[in-house]
């Protein structure tokens, strides 16, 4: 099983909606978490954190869920802009690298 | 954009040839990672450094070695490249490691071993 998963997508939404993605991680003794976007062909770019609590970036909201040891990323009023590859990642307790999932691509259409 | 420059850009090689990537940043940061990228497989760690000479092994370290020098320079070796190792290679720092220290990438290097 992978230490973190994502559906691979892709997402195909129109401008302006709403979309989720979700993630889960093996390792419960997992810290810290972060979303990262990739555009096509370019280095993967930090988003956001995400903290215990929630929380919200404009229009990016991250949750993190310790119990059922799953993360989301919610996009409201979805861009042209967004499409990209989104990608969970997860640090460990005592890791000093991350471990990141393979992505999940979000295609905005016209 | 975080100093980090990777070279080559793009690379083409012969299975068993030594091939040698360099990463090298500007900012004077203490980590410095290797990733490679692979369909289906996400971003794997194959070493990492946290300071001059000392490093350590990450999750997909077999077949490569890496060295490190200087503070700025990060250097990962195919001793003898293998067709698995196509891949595209990218070079990370971080100031200090911590989970709340994010991770800034270079713009990778696209290696085909043929």
């Known amino acids: 099983r992978k230490e973190v998963e994502q559906d691979p997508g892709p997402f195909n939404v129109p401008e302006g909606a709403t979309v989720a993605f979700n993630c889960t991680y093996s390792?419960?003794?997992?810290?810290?978490f972060f979303w990262y976007r990739q555009d096509c062909r370019k280095e993967p770019k930090l988003l956001m954190s995400?903290?215990?609590s929630g929380n919200e970036d404009g229009r990016f909201t991250a949750q993190l869920n310790r119990a059922s040891q799953y993360i989301s990323l919610l996009i409201r009023d979805s861009k042209l802009s967004d499409s990209a590859t989104y990608l969970c990642?997860?640090?460990?307790?005592?890791?000093?690298?991350?471990?990141f999932g393979s992505g999940t691509r979000l295609q905005v259409q016209p | 954009d975080a100093g980090i420059t990777q070279s080559p850009r793009h690379k083409v090689t012969e299975t068993g040839t030594p091939v040698t990537l360099r990463c090298h940043q500007t900012e004077n940061h203490r980590y410095m990672y290797w990733y490679r990228q692979d369909p289906g497989h996400g971003l794997r760690l194959i070493h990492y450094s946290y300071g001059v000479k000392d490093t350590d092994k990450g999750e997909v370290s077999d077949g490569y070695s890496v060295s490190r020098s200087k503070t700025e320079d990060f250097l990962l070796t195919l001793e003898s490249a293998t067709s698995s190792q196509t891949s595209v290679y990218f070079c990370a720092i971080s100031e200090s490691g911590q989970p709340n220290s994010p991770l800034h990438f270079g713009n990778g290097t696209r290696l085909t071993v043929t």
């Open positions: 990642v997860v640090m460990d307790t005592g890791r000093r690298a991350l471990t």
């Open positions: 390792n419960s003794a997992s810290q810290s």
């Open positions: 995400v903290y215990s």
